[in-house]
């Protein structure tokens, strides 16, 4: 099963945001981002999105699936 | 600043409170007897109100679509062991032919311990992470 790496935590610290300002900002909990950055959710198309937004980046620079 | 209240929080409200009511009263009402026992309902319908009133009003964390998801695999997984359950009481019961009078108390307690344990499945998929 592919396994997915993000890439939030590295453009969160290059922010400087808290997961907290994060998780306000795209509508979820902190706990979901948290999730995220560890790889333990896979989350929706509208969630990476919004998150690719808010970095101003492409989805595809956040998330990656490697076998 | 008003603080919000989490999401495990208000989840873990909403059902032991009531949980703990319903089990309360139970006990209360098979010790005492009189009119004590005719208001205990009452008294539980009471306090869930209380508290359906009081976890809507208060400022919450939304929830999420990881939450929804956990709701769901949780639901299932409870489900899939309550039928399970039942059925193996089932098995057992043709196997030696055994019948149990089951009092409404009792099926209140199973129910209780149903919705806890749903709740526990959530905050274990919602810790874990998926």
Redesign the interface.
């Known amino acids: 099963m592919p396994k997915m790496i993000t890439r939030i935590k590295e453009y969160r610290a290059k922010n400087n945001m808290k997961q907290e300002e994060l998780a306000q900002l795209i509508?979820?909990?902190r706990?979901?981002i948290g999730?995220l950055e560890?790889g333990?959710?896979?989350?929706?198309l509208k969630?990476a999105m919004d998150i690719a937004k808010v970095f101003m980046v492409s989805v595809e620079e956040l998330f990656q699936f490697i076998d | 600043m008003k603080t919000k209240l989490s999401l495990r929080k208000k989840i873990i409200m909403q059902t032991i409170v009531p949980d703990i009511v319903i089990i309360i009263c139970g006990v209360l009402a098979n010790l005492q007897t009189g009119m004590l026992n005719n208001i205990m309902g009452l008294f539980a319908i009471v306090l869930f109100i209380f508290m359906f009133i009081y976890t809507n009003r208060k400022k919450s964390e939304p929830t999420d679509e990881m939450a929804k998801q956990n709701q769901l695999k949780a639901g299932n997984l409870s489900y899939t062991i309550t039928l399970v359950t039942v059925g193996l009481v089932m098995l057992y019961a043709l196997k030696f032919k055994t019948s149990v009078i089951i009092s409404m108390p009792v099926l209140v307690y199973a129910f209780v311990c149903m919705h806890i344990l749903n709740l526990a499945i959530f905050l274990f998929y919602d810790i874990r992470g998926n």
Request: aromatic residues 8%; charged residues 25%.
């Open positions: 509508g979820v909990r706990e979901t999730h560890n333990k959710y896979n989350p929706s969630i």
